[in-house]
Every structure is written in C-alpha cells, then in structure tokens.
C-alpha cells in the first residue's frame, strides 16, 4: 500500500486556523472510509506524539525547531509555524514515503520536503491555503507603525519592505509550484496573485468542502434563540465567525456596530472563534457587541440560519470556509473582494463591497436591512444554487485522485 506523507507546518490545537481544520474536516469525513493508501499529516505541536484515526490515517504532532512564537514580541500573531530553515528529522523520515504533499510554500517543512523529493527521488505535491505574501505586508507595517518615524520612513516609504518581502515571496512560492508535480489552487486566486502562471494539467482546482449534515438550512425557534444569548427581540442579528482579530475585520466590523447603532439601528453583533482582539472590538463597539467563547459546529450553524447577515470584512483569504459554511445555511453574506468575494457572487448569492470604508459597508448594510426584497432575492438563489461539495467529495476528486495519477505516471 502506498504511503503519502501530508505537511501542514502549523500548531494542531482548539485554537487553530482554517488551513489546520481544512485537513481536519478531511480525515473527519475519511474515518468510515477503506483507502487505498496510507495517509500520514504532519502538525507542530507543543509534545511529539502520533495519533492514530483509522487503519489508513494518522496525526503526527512534532514540536518545531524554531518557533514563530518568538516573533509575538514585535507584534506578530499570526498561527504559529516553524521558521527553521530545514528539519533533519523530517527530512530522514520522508524518505519512506511514496509521495510528499505539503500545504505551504514558504517554511520550515515545505523547504525540508522539496529538498528530500529531490534527494529521495520522491514526488512532491502542493496546495495553497493560506495568502501568506498578503499576511506578511500587514505584520511589516504593523511592526514599522510601533518604530521611530525616522526609520518607518526610510524603510516602508522609500525601500518600501513590506512589498518587496511580500513580492519575493510570490516570487519563491511561484518557483515551488514549478518544482511539483501537481499544484492544488483555487483558480480565482491563480489568476489574481499568480498570473505569470498558465493554467496547465498540473494545475489543479482547489475546492473546499461543507459537512452537509450541520451547515443546512433549519427551522429555528427564535424566540428561544433570542432569549438563549439575551438578545432583545426586535433587535437585527450581525454574525462573525473566524478568528477575531484585526485581520480577519473584527476591529472593522465592531466600528459598523456602533455606526449602525449611532444611526438609531436596533442591531446586535455576535463575533464568535479565537479571542485575540475581542476586548479592543468591545471597546469599539459598546453595547449589544457580543464576543462568545467557542461554540460547537451546531451552535454556529444556528447562528448563520437565525442572523440577519453573516459579515466577513476579511481581507486577505484564498477561499474562507465561513464563507461557504454560512451560504449553506442560507445566510446572506457580506464580504470584502480579495476575502470572502472568492466564493461569492455578487448580488446572487451575496455581496461584495469593494471599498474598504466603515460608512461604504454602513450604509449597505444599512439599506439591506431595510430592503427585504434583495435579501429575499439572495436567500432563494442560495438555496437553490448552492452546489458546494462535501469534504469527502473534495479529498477524493481534488486530492487522491491527482496523487493516484502522480504516483501511477
């Protein structure tokens, strides 16, 4: 039976990220399932330990050589990877394997795999998951607003780093698709951050999938709901789900709330993941912003049928799982174009606001509340268009068979 080792270099906890749970939904929808081949993903953790799923998956958890975490003191709290340029473990160890898949591009496993694929003489496959060129801009101006003016000018007006970082990054990512055999991306985010390259059989779709069994459309006591979360009744419901943090729009989104409620809208917001900038979002926006603590897949999905508009001002995304969770449950989405907009279609099965203005996504939100006849537009095209996969449908037509064809060539 054949072995494919698949590398996600980032922490496997409650707490992480859409690229950590994209592989977790995966395996979750795998566990019933007789493969042909055996799948080993590869995590950072705080202990090594291996976790078995079934006869065909496990979880290995190593800890990294050099963590990210390190870079927390100057303001950078993205998921944590390792910043070691090669893992000797790793490397030794990807040898037995008939096939290496990583999910970045940039860090410490994907370096160590591309380098034992060609030592090895193993194939080595890719998916892009996460706009980290993008990510990386952010936390460079960020560091250079906390510095000397003195230096920010210098090294963001007039070398202008944060792009230069961030275009050699694309740069670097746009070699190692060249390097694979086959490349795992979502088309629209090929053709607008990597145009230089041509779509070509090695160029594979990348599709995200929906446990179809908790993110539907369901009959929802609202009264009881309401009363749940001691939400006043006659208020509109604003939901959020994702990390909460600035880069996610969380920040964004609390300044809307208190726009919305300054213009006398009876609205409450709900901001529900990981708490990084829950506190500064309650500062913002004040009364009725609710950040909760974790809630269960059920939980969420009642939210995303009970809310008026899921709103994910988002930034930065190749393809939000929210986006398509909260679609299937017939929620109207609000998105920001290079976020959510990758799987929304505008004004058909959601809306894109192209300015990143608090009075530009006020003032629509603001007309959508009171204008039930597009929202009651949308919300009938979502429930009849909705054609979004299931994981299991994902790993088999995007995933197993590509590696089948690589490791059969």
Known sequence: MKRVAILVDLELSNKSGGHVKFWE?????????????????????????KRKLNNFINFKINKPILSSKILKVVGIDADYTDLFPFNPILFFELKKYDLIHTTDQLFSMSKTAKLASFIWKKPLTTSYHTDTPSYTKHYILKMFSSYPSFLSSIFI?????????SENQKIWIQKYFNFCEKVMIDFKTLSKDFSKIKKSKKI?????GINKEVFKKIKINKRNFYEKFKIPL????????????ELKGANFLAKIHKNLREKGVRVTTILTGEDIHGDECKKIGGQNL??????????????MNVCDLFVFPSLYETGPQVVLEA??????????????GRKIRHNFDGIIISKYL???????????????KKISEIKY?????????????????VFYKNWKKVLNS
């Open 381 to 397: 095209n979502l429930q009849k268009y909705n054609t979004s996969p299931s994981w299991r449908n994902v790993f088999f037509t």
């Open 358 to 372: 608090i009075n530009e996504w006020v003032k629509v939100i603001y007309s959508l509340l009171k204008e039930k």
């Open 25 to 49: 939904k995966i395996c979750e929808s795998l566990l019933r399932e007789k493969l042909e081949i055996k799948m080993d993903i590869f995590f950072l953790g705080k202990v090594k330990k």
């Open 327 to 340: 679609k299937s449950c017939g929620a109207l989405c609000l998105v920001s174009p290079n976020g959510g």
């Open 204 to 208: 594979v779709n990348l599709e995200r």
């Open 290 to 303: 609710i950040i909760t603590n974790y809630l269960n897949q059920n939980e969420v999905a009642s939210f």
């Open 157 to 165: 007006k007039k070398i202008k780093l944060h792009q230069k970082i």
């Open 234 to 245: 006659e208020n509109k419901i604003l939901f959020f789900c994702g990390r909460i943090h």
